[in-house]
């Protein structure tokens, strides 16, 4: 794999930013570790609703993170903010919903920085589900799915 040309920065968002944004995180910064690549990307996730500020991830999306070897420690909910969208260079959907929020908040020069997360996944789904209101395998449905965007995303960033 080659190098990354420069220092590019990766924001993922959900709706709460306590599920499936900071499993992204989490997930994508244990790849570009792994990768030797950490210094080379700036991540972060926020939700595109304030339900959640300042809380940590869901205790069943770390502990799922954790079965894998992930962690999702030191990550606090967010909002989305304006300036984020000038500041990052990709900005990351979890699904349609969160993009929808998204172009909606997003100033008409910064929405080509909109991507949804499959995107980059050797699948064919388009979303990653919110498993927020189930149980345990959801999570780790959503890890799956994060996993497999991650490698897509680390190798597009990758080809730059």
Not at 6 to 31: D, Q, W
Not at 72 to 83: F, K, P
Not at 112 to 141: H, I, N, Q, W
């Amino acid at each position: 794999m080659t190098e990354i040309k420069e220092k590019i920065s990766v924001l993922f968002v959900c709706m709460g930013n306590i599920c499936r944004s900071p499993t992204a995180e989490g997930v994508f910064r244990y790849h570009l570790e792994h990768a030797g690549k950490a210094d080379q990307v700036f991540i972060d996730s926020a939700g595109t609703h304030a339900y959640h500020v300042g809380e940590p991830p869901d205790r069943r999306a770390t502990a799922a993170a954790e079965r894998r070897g992930m962690s999702l420690q030191g990550i606090r909910a967010r909002r989305v903010r304006d300036s984020d969208f000038e500041r990052f260079d990709y900005i990351i959907a979890m699904d349609d919903d969160n993009f929808a929020r998204l172009e909606d908040q997003s100033p008409p020069e910064y929405r080509s920085k909109l991507r949804l997360f499959l995107e980059f996944s050797s699948g064919r789904e388009r979303e990653v589900p919110d498993p927020y209101y189930g149980g345990a395998a959801g999570f780790e449905r959503v890890l799956d799915l994060v996993e497999d965007a991650s490698r897509g995303l680390l190798e597009t960033l990758s080809k730059l």
